[in-house]
């Protein structure tokens, strides 16, 4: 993925005009500067092109003069602003149940985001890594990323909740004392990535407010959505192939490329364009099942094995160390 071909969610943009306004600065003209059409916020459908929404972040600071502006704005994220992601976020069953789900369908929010959720042995790590195959990224965004994500788990498990330790790339700012009041956790700055650490305890209580059948009816809105521009992408074409063969073996590039009506050295060449291969994509689509299908303990590993295409069970347990640093058995006793 290049830096031209990214999408972001309207609403996103939405976020930085509604931020604006608080600052009594008129988004409009920051828009067209940016290259957006402002009218098409009113459709809840909308993605623009990534790289103007980063574009008009940082014209949004300049024009604040508040270079915490990023942070502000994330503290006024509301559900809505993440789609049916953001609904099906507040109807989860756990902090960890909702955040797998921003794992899961975080491409609603970026095509290019990359996030990780990482166990420790005692947190829970939300990671918030540079975007993939983007080499300009306004820091405002990742900062209202923080603040956002760490408003949602408010607005699900209550106004209480509080990481345990906040790590941010970029150096103290001068608004070093909002943060503290706002994250109420120790802040490391100059880090390695943007993180938000919870004590495990914390992500695994089960919230009072769950409603598992809610939250599987935006999880689906989500997935109408996605399907809804996946089309066009080669990327996801490939990826479904691959879900939906699974279970008879390894698929090969050959079945795939036929599957789509194109010859294999095309599907090469486009998957190429989209800066990915066919390896890379049937092992970050193993990975991904795999971590989805072992928190699903009725399933045995032998039927996990199975759905994902492995000959045997020693090559899934081989496969999954070399994904996680651990088997499969260490990891759900963990999980």
């Known amino acids: 993925m290049t830096a031209g071909n990214y999408s972001m969610m309207g609403s996103v943009a939405a976020l930085v005009a509604q931020t604006l306004r608080t600052y009594d600065c008129d988004p409009e003209p920051l828009f067209r500067k940016a290259g957006l059409d402002m009218s098409l916020l009113s459709n809840p459908d909308t993605r623009y092109p990534g790289n103007r929404v980063q574009q008009l972040w940082q014209l949004a600071v300049d024009a604040s003069g508040d270079?915490?502006?990023?942070?502000?704005?994330?503290?006024?994220?509301?559900?809505?602003?993440?789609?049916?992601?953001?609904?099906?976020?507040?109807?989860?069953?756990?902090?960890?149940?909702?955040?797998?789900?921003?794992?899961?369908?975080?491409?609603?929010?970026?095509?290019?985001?990359?996030?990780?959720?990482?166990?420790?042995?005692?947190?829970?790590?939300?990671?918030?890594?540079p975007p993939k195959g983007v080499h300009t990224v306004t820091p405002a965004f990742q900062d209202a990323g923080m603040s956002g994500f760490l408003r949602m788990c408010r607005l699900t498990a209550g106004d209480e909740i509080d990481p345990v330790q906040v790590s941010l790339k970029h150096p103290r700012p001068a608004c070093?004392?909002?943060?503290?009041?706002?994250?109420?956790?120790?802040?490391?700055?100059?880090?390695?990535?943007?993180?938000?650490?919870?004590?495990?305890?914390?992500?695994?209580?089960?919230?009072?407010?769950?409603?598992?059948?809610?939250?599987?009816?935006?999880?689906?809105?989500?997935?109408?959505?996605?399907?809804?521009?996946?089309?066009?992408?080669?990327?996801?074409?490939?990826?479904?192939?691959?879900?939906?063969?699974?279970?008879?073996?390894?698929?090969?590039?050959?079945?795939?490329?036929?599957?789509?009506?194109?010859?294999?050295?095309?599907?090469?060449?486009?998957?190429?364009?989209?800066?990915?291969?066919?390896?890379?994509?049937l092992e970050s689509t193993r990975r991904e099942l795999a971590l989805l299908y072992i928190r699903e303990t009725h399933r045995s590993l032998g039927e996990i094995t199975y759905l994902l295409g492995f000959s045997e069970p020693s090559n899934f347990t081989r496969a999954f160390k070399r994904w996680t640093g651990i088997s499969p058995i260490e990891y759900r006793d963990k999980n």
């Open 67 to 129: 270079p915490c502006f990023g942070f502000i704005a994330g503290e006024q994220v509301q559900p809505a602003v993440l789609h049916g992601l953001g609904f099906a976020w507040l109807a989860s069953d756990t902090l960890r149940d909702a955040l797998t789900r921003l794992m899961r369908y975080s491409r609603l929010i970026s095509t290019a985001a990359n996030m990780q959720l990482q166990d420790t042995d005692s947190s829970l790590d939300l990671v918030l890594l």
């Open 176 to 281: 070093a004392r909002e943060l503290q009041a706002y994250f109420r956790a120790p802040i490391v700055y100059e880090a390695e990535n943007n993180i938000l650490s919870f004590d495990k305890q914390l992500v695994d209580t089960p919230l009072t407010h769950a409603n598992p059948g809610l939250a599987r009816i935006n999880d689906q809105a989500v997935v109408d959505y996605l399907a809804r521009f996946d089309r066009d992408s080669l990327t996801m074409q490939v990826r479904s192939r691959i879900i939906e063969r699974l279970h008879d073996g390894t698929p090969n590039q050959q079945t795939i490329a036929h599957s789509l009506n194109v010859s294999l050295r095309s599907l090469q060449r486009k998957l190429s364009k989209e800066e990915t291969n066919f390896k890379s994509l």
